[in-house]
């Protein structure tokens, strides 16, 4: 029975392992389907149409009009000459310029939702990368308890062992016990949270399964000058940029609107008892009270505000670039003191007491060196999560997807 246990969980095993993807490819499948894009889509459909629209002109009007009514005889139209009954045709012309602002204007608007889409996607890719280090770091971290809950049950079999000849090797056996229950609340703990990770990679990825093949590998990290020199990548930056375009083009756009779309109509108008005719009439507004030069003004300062925002934007996203890079630096320090001092010197205190210790006289100092190096190979494994997952967030800082 316990054969075909361990086979069954070999082969779900192997299952998982071959539905195992990559974490690029779990972002390259979540952007072509993910809802919270598709809706950023829609709506950029949406602009192409207004940008269609800020093209035409105002839509003409037609105006029909019967004049001269007779109370005394209401049905009758010949009885004087300004009996008329017509249609007049009234169309208003853009000044010059305006079509091709509006234009821009709505443009500028576009270009703001497209930065945002860009926004959404890397954040979603930063999203899916922290989510599958934490899950590959809980899994890490459950593998080496489960290692270590090995290695104290076969300690407390040596001290049980030895407890003929050692008085003090029951108390170093509830040591071990104790510390053997430890590993089992850590483990129960892990698995909690491995199993919440999980379920927010499904909704990241929009798959019910999703097995992540990816490990948790530590590479030289690039230098402070490469992120910084593709700052101009971020895309809430560029959402920035576009802003200030908009601001602009309304600026451009409200200029001209002091300069008042003339209008002409023509008529044409029937009369029963006397001869047709037709009318011309060309007009426009009179902008006599300011309101549009208070509106250009208004839109000036708006386009100035936009531009500082922007400044103060790239000047806050050069910090937050250089603080992630701080912590994950300090990251890869801690990996690096872990892996090449700490983890020496603890193996060396181990094969120091070795003899003691397969005598039986050292057992407690072994549980104790135990527990050390259990805590450096967690800690091992933090930092390089760590270390990944503030390469994440670098990277979403410069808008890097894959």
Known sequence: MQTISKLFLTLFTL??????????QLIGQSLNKHPSLQTIQYRLSAMDARIEKSKNWSNPELILNMNDIQFSDITNRGIEPMQTQGASYKQRFPWFGKIDARESFTRAQKSVILASYDIAKVKLAEEIRITAYTILEIQERIRIVR???????QNIALYDAYASTDNMSHSSSMSAELLLSRLHIRSERYRAVLNSQKAKLVYLVQRKNAYVSDRLRMKKPKSLGYYLSKLSNNPAYKRMLSKTKVANANRDLKALDVNPDPFVQVGYFNRQEFEDYASISIGFAMPIFGSE??????????ALAAKSETLDYHAALESQIRVSYAKMKEAYRIYRI???????KLQHMF????ASIESGEDLFT???????????????TVAKAQYLRGVAKLKSLIGDIQ
């Open 15 to 24: 299952s998982s392992l071959s539905q195992a993807e990559s974490i690029n």
């Open 147 to 153: 290692e270590y809950e090995k290695l104290t049950k």
């Open 293 to 302: 030069k208070l509106e250009t003004e208004a839109a000036k300062k708006d």
């Open 338 to 344: 872990i892996q090449n001092d700490s983890l020496p």
């Open 351 to 354: 094969e120091l007491n070795e």
């Open 366 to 380: 072994y549980t104790s060196l135990l527990e050390q190096k259990l805590d450096l190979d967690e800690e091992r």
